[in-house]
């Protein structure tokens, strides 16, 4: 299961270490869990938000309403401190569970409106049926693994020198001190595993060309897609050929 290293908020957005281009990238704050990787490789929102990215927006529950209230007032409250997300959800649970039904009732409102809201787009994109259409297979098993970064390669080397030294951290915490040990290498480390990513990249636009003209396409029932996690085979409902709405 991916997990996602939260370093704190930024200007009212989740941020955490994006280690493809050494920086932090905003996490969407709906989101319930961000892809990153087991060795510290995470995804901007924008490649997040894109990925099996549904065509109407799901229902928010009466408690997520309240979880993002507790953020936002923590934000106004204390605008420079960067956020533990853990410690804050924990309140805001603990916070749920001693509310009075009375105290509940304009996130459930709240809840409820934007329940209508989701009724009514699935109705203007066609129904449920619509956005059950297209069905994604499993990620192919024989596409090419995803190039490395630098960061990742400089990440395999130190993850165990960090978990000896620190074997009661966490994950998140050792990827927070990967990503600090990493902005302090020299440059030429730096440049050893730029060098290293950078031949990576290579094997795999080599390796997906070789993919992409070996695989055999079934007109209107199948074709690759990739979502900035790997290529996945997209079939398509028969009845879809059949009226033409193929893309």
């Known amino acids: ?34 892809i990153v990787d087991p060795v510290g490789v995470s995804y901007s929102a924008v490649s997040m938000r ?20 507790c953020y ?13 997300v853990t410690e804050i959800s924990k309140k805001c649970s603990e916070k749920w569970r001693t509310m009075s039904d009375d105290e509940k009732r304009r996130f459930y409102e709240l809840a409820q409106k934007d329940a209508e809201r989701y009724q009514a787009e699935v109705a203007a994109y066609g129904g449920e049926d619509a956005m059950r259409k297209r ?3 499993k990620k192919d098993p024989n596409a090419p693994k995803r190039a490395l970064s630098a960061f990742f390669f400089f990440s395999q080397d130190r993850r165990p020198e960090v978990q000896q030294q620190h074997p009661e951290w966490k994950v998140g915490q050792v990827a927070q001190e990967l990503g600090k040990m990493w902005k302090s290498v020299s440059v030429d480390e730096k440049e050893l595993y730029e060098r290293k ?24 029932l ?15 409902e028969e009845h879809e050929l059949q009226q033409g709405q193929i893309v």
Do not use: W
Request: hydrophobic fraction near 30%.
């Open 1 to 34: 299961m991916p997990i996602v290293f939260v370093i704190g908020l930024k200007g009212g957005v989740f941020t955490s270490i994006d280690s493809r281009h050494d920086e932090e990238c905003p996490i969407p704050q709906h989101a319930d869990i961000a």
């Open 50 to 69: 894109d990925i099996g990215k549904p065509p109407v927006r799901g229902k928010t529950s009466p408690y997520g309403f309240f979880v993002k209230m």
């Open 72 to 84: 936002e007032e923590h934000k106004k409250k204390y605008p420079n401190e960067n956020v533990q």
């Open 135 to 137: 069905k994604r297979a």
């Open 197 to 220: 990513a950078m031949a990576d990249k290579e094997r795999y636009a080599e390796q997906m060309r070789d993919y992409k003209s070996a695989i055999t396409k079934i007109p209107g």
């Open 222 to 236: 199948e074709h690759l897609e990739d979502d900035g996690h790997g290529m996945h085979l997209v079939h398509v």
